[in-house]
């Protein structure tokens, strides 16, 4: 009998942990909350990376998150879009970009905005964007192009 007690105290204690975890999850998260805000567009040629759910970010802070993402039949290009915080009023000459936090990091949309007096519309579309870099390439291209330097014949 003392040892049922014991196994029900110690089962009573670990699902008391597990809820208090899933509820700081829960209210740090956001997740319950849903996103409120207003919608923007961006098409890119390069969105490897990026989900949805992926941080919408501008100096660094975020600002929305990514909420769908598709792909145009017609110009074959990444169709993301956003939420955006009410309070963030962005120009309607803001430029979104994918970039990580690092070399090996997450990636996320990073806004920097322009100096129009023009104001984005909710459900507008950025103008200008930049696509993910693909870090490998380069490096690959790099390491290839300076072989082939190295390997030329002399004159």
């Known amino acids: 009998m003392k040892n049922s007690v014991v196994e029900t105290v110690t089962g009573a204690v670990v699902i008391a ?14 997740a319950g909350r849903g996103e409120s805000g207003y919608t923007l567009n961006a098409d890119f040629d390069n969105v490897a990376g990026i989900a949805v759910g992926s941080d919408v970010r ?11 993402q598709d792909i145009d039949p017609a110009t074959f290009q990444a169709k993301l879009t956003m939420v955006i915080e009410p309070k963030i009023k962005l120009p309607d000459d803001t430029t979104a970009k994918v970039t990580s936090e690092g070399l090996l990091g997450g990636k996320f949309i990073a806004l920097e905005a322009g100096g129009s007096d023009k104001m984005l519309k909710p459900g507008g579309t950025f103008t200008y964007t930049q696509g993910a870099i693909d870090i ?19 004159q």
Do not use: E, H, R
């Open 58 to 68: 501008m100096a660094g802070i975020k600002v929305g998150s990514v909420t769908s």
């Open 17 to 30: 942990i597990a809820a208090v975890f899933f509820y700081y999850v829960y209210t740090t998260t956001g």
């Open 136 to 154: 490998w390439s380069l490096v690959s291209q790099y390491m290839f192009q300076n072989k082939s330097k190295d390997t030329a014949p002399s």
